[in-house]
T-cell receptor
């Protein structure tokens, strides 16, 4: 079955520390990959996406992600966490099903940043 | 430019009642989606549409129905509401499957 898995439902880091949020997918064809962020009581907004081309993708707010086909991964990183990064992060994958492409989300990872 | 508009924002239903969640977009997007968001479960795809007259089931379609008679509108129908349908529902649209989603503000539904 085609799916997307986010490892770790909760991640806690210190301010200034590296942020690493993990995402793995399963797909029989090369997927399109996205990271969305949801701040408390708000809707989702796009952080970054990978469609084709360069496998290292830079997004907003200093985040970046690398598509690794051999590992079927698209992990999200940020070199130095800020308090304002506290939010829930969702990995999403466009998967082909029944002749149509549909966007499937992972279960999400809640990032906490402490002083 | 309103984007994606969802109504209502809040609703309480009794078990067995029916209702329609409305979703309209003014961006001429072909792709439209309905998701539900439950704590710890992320967003689950209920139904999606790739254009007027074309819809398909997502991950959790049972208990729901959709129609897409126009490019702008993609209503979600709940028949015989059940407590398991208590959730926050998001409608979204996009120009293409490799483009970013534009989300509505959500509908918080409680079935009691």
């Amino acid at each position: 079955a085609q799916s997307v898995t986010q490892l770790g439902s909760h991640v806690s880091v210190s301010e200034g520390a590296l942020v690493l949020l993990r995402c793995n997918y399963s797909s029989s064809v090369p997927p399109y990959l996205f990271w969305y962020v949801q701040y408390p009581n708000q809707g989702l907004q796009l952080l970054l996406k990978y469609t084709t081309g360069a496998t290292l993708v830079k997004g907003i707010n200093g985040f970046e992600a690398e598509f690794k086909k051999s590992e079927t991964s698209f992990h999200l990183t940020k070199p130095s966490a800020h308090m304002s990064d506290a939010a829930e992060y969702f990995c999403a994958v466009t998967l082909l099903s029944g002749g149509y492409n549909k966007l499937i989300f992972g279960a999400g990872t809640r990032l906490a940043v402490h002083p | 430019n309103a984007g994606v508009t969802q109504t209502p924002k809040f609703r309480i239903l009794k078990i067995g009642q029916s209702m329609t969640l409305q979703c309209t977009q003014d961006m001429n997007h072909n792709y439209m989606y309905w998701y539900r968001q439950d704590p710890g479960m992320g967003l689950k795809l209920i139904y999606y549409s790739v254009g007027a007259g074309i819809t398909d089931k997502g991950e959790v379609p049972n208990g729901y129905n959709v129609s897409r008679s126009t490019t702008e509108d993609f209503p979600l129908r709940l028949e015989l509401a059940a407590p398991s349908q208590t959730s926050v529902y998001f409608c979204a649209s996009t120009r293409g499957f490799n483009e970013k989603l534009f989300f509505g503000s959500g509908t918080q539904l409680s079935v009691l």
